[in-house]
C-alpha cells in the first residue's frame, strides 16, 4: 500500500464547476500538506501550503486538511480552461524543504 | 528572479552509458532536492543536498550520486543506465532544510534506448 493515495483520474468537468480534489494517507507522522499543479512536459507548480488540520484560502483555491481522517482536499471554485492540468498532492513530516511523498496525482479537464 | 533551472531539457541516453544533469537553484535558496518521475507517476525523492552535504537519501541505488556546489548548484549523476531509468527527473530548491517551501525546475526528460 502506498503512503499517499490518489485516484489518478481523469476528471472532466465544464467550466465554471466547482472541482474537489483529494488525497489519502497513512503516515500519521506528516505535519506539511501541499497540493502542486503540474502543466503537461512541465515542472510542478506549489498551489497551497498548509501546516497541520484546518483550512487555507487563496483566491479561488481552497485547501482543507482532516488529520484525524488523514484526508487532505483542494477545492476550486469557478474552474476555468487553463485549470486544466494533473493536481498533485504532497507530505512532508518536518517541512516543505525536505523530502515531500506525492500522490500519483489526479489529472482534470475544464471543457469549454 | 530567475526560478529553479535545469539543464539540459531533454537527453537521450544507450544503457549502460552515464549522464549527468544540472540544476542551478532559486536565488536565495541553499537546499536543493532531485525527484524522478516517471510517466503517469507523482515525483519520488532520491535526495537532498545541504552545505555540500547528501543530508536524506530515498530508495534509490548507488547508482544514483549528486554533488552540491559552493555556489548552491547540483548535479545528478547516474551510471549504468537502465530502460528503467526513463523518467523526468526534477530539481527543487528551498530556503532552509526542513522548512518553507519547495520549487521545482521545469525538468530534464531523460530516454534511456
Known amino acids: 500500500q502506498k503512503e499517499v493515495e490518489q485516484d489518478p483520474g481523469p476528471l472532466s468537468v465544464p467550466e465554471g464547476a466547482i472541482v474537489s480534489l483529494n488525497c489519502t494517507y497513512s503516515?500519521?507522522?506528516?505535519?506539511?500538506f501541499m497540493w502542486y499543479r503540474q502543466y503537461s512536459r512541465k515542472g510542478p507548480e506549489l498551489l497551497m501550503y498548509t501546516y497541520s488540520s484546518g483550512n487555507k484560502e487563496d483566491g479561488r483555491f481552497t485547501a482543507q486538511v482532516d488529520k484525524s481522517s488523514k484526508y487532505i482536499s483542494l477545492f476550486i471554485r469557478d474552474s476555468q480552461p487553463s485549470d486544466s492540468a494533473t493536481y498533485l498532492c504532497a507530505m512532508s513530516v518536518t517541512g516543505g524543504g525536505n523530502k515531500l511523498t506525492f500522490g500519483t496525482g489526479t489529472q482534470l479537464k475544464v471543457e469549454l | 528572479d530567475a526560478g529553479v533551472t535545469q539543464s539540459p531539457t531533454h537527453l537521450i541516453k544507450t544503457r549502460g552509458q552515464q549522464v549527468t544533469l544540472r540544476c542551478s537553484p532559486k536565488?536565495?535558496?541553499?537546499?536543493v532536492s532531485w525527484y524522478q518521475q516517471a510517466l503517469g507517476q507523482g515525483p519520488q525523492f532520491i535526495f537532498q543536498y545541504y552545505e555540500e552535504e547528501e543530508r536524506q537519501r530515498g530508495n534509490f541505488p548507488d547508482r544514483f550520486s549528486g554533488h552540491q556546489f559552493p555556489n548552491y548548484s547540483s548535479e545528478l549523476n547516474v551510471n549504468a543506465l537502465l530502460l528503467g531509468d526513463s523518467a523526468l527527473y526534477l530539481c527543487a530548491s528551498s530556503q532552509v532544510p526542513g522548512q518553507g517551501r519547495a520549487f521545482f525546475g521545469q525538468g530534464t526528460r531523460l530516454t534511456v534506448v
Open positions: 536565488s536565495g535558496h541553499d537546499t
Open positions: 503516515n500519521s507522522a506528516f505535519q506539511y
